[in-house]
């Protein structure tokens, strides 16, 4: 066994390590005494380089990592530092820039899992480093050279929702030359804006907007849109996506492939049934406004607005953002169509962010409309007649007589919302709005590849929000879409059939849904598209035939016993 | 036509947009007035609500 073992290893070329160990600032170097680790690793069976940085991901830190790769003939790279959630595709371009093959580095995150959790303890953190640089270069002796994986792709996408957000993608992306199938709902594009009367207090309107935008698709030759459609299945990855849709009155669904997907089904304002003595005639809520301003029949002279009605509640604690603004535009087209009319809005907080808008809420008060703040434990109540509310200032109650009150509600998400989700496995909130990938930096991704979200779908979004979003979600997808191939990583499961009995055990714990039983050879096959590379059919399966790239037992188990 | 794109601003918008660009085949000349790209989020530590560290 030995001899088998050291003629494996005589095959092989000299383990060569070089371990970076980063600083992070003092978010590491603060809590942990780093030059100490640096000339621990130093020691450690196959390091033939260690070195310390102030940051690693610097432009001098990576110059750092490549020339230690030339100069030291390095094979295998550490390096110890934050997460590689966030770090690691980066450190891993640089040793394939310095021409080693980047799945032969790993990393060891001594900060999120170390100095940020000891940061009263510098020795036993200090050590704690140490063990985890160890366990870390004890499997990157293990690890092996991989390829990524390549795929094909369809160069088509599928837009969902013919709303602003929607018809903003669409034409961006068919501007690209990237050819569009777009499907509503309706049997009329334009979504919520045409309920809608205008778009500003100038009297900008919103159904010009809206046939200047459909004008712009139509005319595009790499179009298609199906009006009167929903989405009935779904099935296969990024790149290489199955659509099915049903249309109406069309007995034959609609069988579409196309390489990514954007989700862009929009919000629907509340129906505040119940609340504020909601009837829909003589209290209505701002949409319903919009549509007596479009259909000019509206004639109120006495005008109560309520605030956040149905929102930043218990049902509903979200802010829908919007709805100060569609309020107080709406106050000035009626005060600028009849100066005599009284408008009086009550609000908890105005929402006006932006320079204009702003200013368009001191426009509101120039032109005289009047604003009142309430409490949320004391909510106006809506009598026959008059509005009662508590006036903090004056101390007491106060009664203001109407003949119309309008109540602005927050947009809430779509009824089929959770069954888009569920259908598509693309998250969403507890409030069922539809989830991007990362709050901060990936916010018209979904965590599911090929598929994006724009506009009202995600949360509530003014006109000019459902607009970039959409442009922007377009150039998410060209950025897929503009290749002509899918490359992707290497670091997805393998099921040997030889040993594999078939029992299905993996596919039940696939969250991906990557892995299908081949009934020919009795196993299950992993969809390395599909595959994520999270590691629960390597733990579930009874017999070691699923294992994942990159953490095979034997390098897992270098790494355990060296702590 | 030439194909290369200029984008003035290092900060998320500058770096976001060049990494979008040259994901779809162009080549990118980002251009930074400071010394180092990241702009405002470079002098934030931690970003809510994940706690990723801002650089």
């Given at each position: 066994?030995?001899?088998?073992?050291?003629?494996?290893?005589?095959?092989?070329?000299?383990?060569?390590?070089?371990?970076?160990?980063?600083?992070?600032?003092?978010?590491?170097?603060g809590?942990i005494?780093c030059?100490?680790?640096?000339?621990?690793?130093?020691?450690?069976?196959?390091?033939v380089?260690?070195?310390?940085?102030?940051?690693t991901?610097?432009?001098?830190?990576?110059?750092?990592?490549?020339?230690?790769?030339?100069?030291?003939?390095?094979?295998?790279?550490?390096v110890?530092?934050?997460?590689?959630?966030?770090?690691q595709?980066?450190?891993?371009?640089?040793?394939?820039q310095?021409?080693?093959?980047?799945?032969?580095?790993e990393?060891?995150?001594?900060?999120?899992?170390?100095s940020?959790?000891?940061?009263q303890?510098?020795?036993?953190?200090?050590?704690?480093?140490?063990?985890?640089?160890?366990?870390?270069a004890?499997?990157?002796?293990?690890?092996?050279?991989?390829?990524?994986?390549?795929?094909?792709?369809?160069a088509?996408t599928?837009?969902?929702?013919?709303?602003?957000?929607?018809?903003?993608?669409?034409?961006?992306?068919a501007?690209?030359?990237?050819e569009?199938?777009?499907?509503?709902?309706?049997?009329e594009?334009?979504?919520?804006?045409?309920?809608i009367?205008?778009?500003?207090?100038?009297?900008?309107?919103?159904?010009?907007?809206?046939?200047?935008?459909?004008?712009?698709?139509?005319a595009?030759?790499?179009?298609?849109?199906h009006t009167?459609?929903?989405?009935?299945?779904?099935?296969g990855?990024?790149?290489?996506?199955?659509?099915t849709?049903?249309?109406?009155?069309?007995?034959?669904?609609?069988?579409?492939k196309?390489?990514c997907?954007v989700?862009?089904?929009?919000?629907?304002?509340?129906r505040?049934?119940?609340?504020?003595?909601?009837?829909?005639?003589n209290?209505?809520?701002?949409?319903?406004?919009?549509?007596?301003l479009?259909?000019?029949?509206?004639?109120?002279?006495?005008?109560?607005?309520?605030?956040?009605?149905?929102?930043?509640?218990?049902?509903?604690?979200y802010?829908?953002?919007?709805?100060?603004?569609?309020?107080?535009?709406?106050?000035?087209?009626?005060?600028?169509?009849?100066?005599g009319?009284?408008?009086?809005?009550?609000?908890?907080?105005?929402?006006?962010?932006?320079?204009?808008?702003?200013?368009?809420?001191?426009?509101?008060?120039?032109?005289?409309?009047?604003?009142d703040?309430?409490?949320?434990?004391?909510?106006?109540?809506?009598?026959?007649?008059?509005?009662?509310?508590?006036?903090?200032?004056?101390?007491?109650?106060?009664?203001?007589?109407?003949?119309?009150v309008?109540?602005?509600?927050?947009?809430?998400?779509r009824?089929?919302?959770?069954?888009?989700?569920q259908?598509?496995?693309?998250?969403?909130?507890?409030n069922?709005?539809?989830?991007?990938?990362?709050?901060?930096?990936?916010?018209?991704?979904?965590?599911?590849?090929?598929?994006?979200?724009?506009?009202?779908?995600r949360?509530?979004?003014?006109?000019?929000?459902?607009?970039?979003?959409?442009?922007?979600?377009?150039?998410?997808?060209?950025?897929?879409?503009f290749?002509?191939?899918?490359?992707?990583?290497?670091?997805?499961a393998?099921?040997?059939?030889?040993?594999?009995?078939?029992c299905?055990?993996?596919?039940?714990?696939?969250p991906y849904?990557?892995?299908?039983?081949?009934?020919?050879?009795?196993?299950?096959?992993?969809?390395?598209?599909l595959?994520?590379?999270?590691?629960?059919c390597?733990s579930?399966?009874?017999?070691?035939?699923?294992?994942?790239?990159?953490f095979?037992?034997?390098?897992?188990?270098?790494?355990?016993?060296?702590? | 036509?030439?194909?290369?794109?200029?984008?003035?601003?290092?900060?998320?918008a500058?770096?976001?947009?060049?990494?979008?660009l040259?994901?779809?085949?162009?080549k990118?000349?980002l251009?930074?007035?400071?010394?180092?790209?990241?702009?405002?989020?470079?002098?934030?530590?931690?970003?809510?609500?994940t706690?990723?560290?801002?650089?």
């Amino acid at each position: 066994m030995t001899d088998k073992m050291d003629e494996k290893k005589g095959g092989l070329e000299e383990i060569r390590i070089g371990i970076f160990i980063c600083d992070c600032g003092t978010n590491i170097a603060g809590h942990i005494d780093c030059s100490a680790v640096t000339s621990y690793a130093a020691t450690l069976p196959n390091v033939v380089y260690a070195k310390e940085n102030l940051y690693t991901c610097s432009e001098s830190g990576i110059a750092e990592i490549i020339n230690g790769i030339k100069q030291h003939n390095l094979n295998r790279v550490v390096v110890a530092s934050c997460s590689p959630r966030t770090h690691q595709p980066l450190f891993q371009s640089s040793c394939s820039q310095a021409g080693m093959n980047p799945y032969l580095f790993e990393m060891a995150n001594i900060r999120d899992q170390c100095s940020w959790v000891h940061m009263q303890q510098r020795e036993g953190g200090t050590e704690k480093a140490k063990d985890l640089v160890r366990m870390a270069a004890a499997k990157a002796a293990f690890l092996e050279p991989q390829k990524d994986i390549e795929a094909s792709l369809v160069a088509r996408t599928l837009v969902i929702g013919g709303g602003v957000a929607g018809l903003s993608a669409a034409e961006g992306l068919a501007g690209m030359g990237i050819e569009v199938i777009l499907i509503e709902q309706k049997s009329e594009l334009g979504g919520l804006l045409r309920q809608i009367d205008t778009l500003g207090p100038e009297g900008d309107k919103a159904s010009e907007r809206i046939s200047g935008l459909i004008g712009a698709l139509k005319a595009c030759p790499n179009v298609t849109i199906h009006t009167d459609s929903k989405m009935q299945d779904i099935a296969g990855y990024i790149g290489n996506y199955d659509v099915t849709i049903h249309q109406e009155g069309r007995e034959e669904p609609i069988k579409e492939k196309v390489g990514c997907i954007v989700v862009a089904t929009g919000a629907l304002p509340l129906r505040p049934e119940g609340l504020f003595g909601y009837n829909g005639t003589n209290v209505i809520t701002q949409i319903e406004l919009e549509q007596m301003l479009k259909n000019k029949s509206f004639d109120a002279k006495d005008i109560v607005m309520i605030q956040c009605a149905g929102a930043r509640c218990k049902e509903r604690q979200y802010c829908s953002r919007i709805c100060c603004m569609i309020a107080v535009k709406n106050a000035m087209i009626i005060k600028k169509q009849n100066p005599g009319a009284n408008v009086h809005v009550l609000y908890r907080d105005m929402q006006m962010y932006g320079t204009e808008k702003e200013q368009m809420l001191w426009d509101a008060r120039g032109m005289g409309v009047r604003f009142d703040i309430y409490d949320p434990d004391q909510p106006p109540e809506v009598k026959d007649g008059n509005v009662r509310f508590f006036q903090p200032l004056l101390g007491k109650p106060r009664d203001i007589s109407y003949d119309l009150v309008v109540l602005s509600t927050p947009m809430v998400p779509r009824e089929d919302a959770p069954n888009l989700s569920q259908m598509m496995r693309v998250a969403i909130d507890q409030n069922n709005f539809f989830m991007e990938a990362h709050a901060k930096l990936r916010p018209l991704d979904f965590a599911t590849d090929g598929i994006f979200v724009a506009g009202s779908a995600r949360y509530p979004a003014t006109v000019e929000e459902a607009r970039s979003q959409g442009l922007g979600v377009a150039s998410r997808v060209a950025t897929i879409l503009f290749k002509d191939k899918l490359v992707t990583s290497a670091i997805v499961a393998e099921i040997n059939p030889e040993t594999c009995v078939g029992c299905l055990g993996c596919q039940q714990m696939c969250p991906y849904e990557a892995i299908t039983y081949n009934p020919e050879l009795n196993a299950c096959e992993v969809n390395t598209i599909l595959c994520k590379g999270c590691g629960c059919c390597a733990s579930t399966c009874p017999s070691h035939s699923a294992q994942l790239k990159g953490f095979k037992p034997q390098q897992l188990l270098r790494q355990i016993r060296a702590v | 036509m030439s194909r290369d794109i200029l984008v003035i601003g290092g900060g998320i918008a500058g770096i976001q947009s060049s990494l979008d660009l040259a994901e779809m085949g162009f080549k990118v000349h980002l251009v930074e007035r400071l010394p180092s790209i990241g702009g405002k989020m470079a002098q934030l530590d931690k970003t809510f609500p994940t706690n990723d560290c801002a650089i």
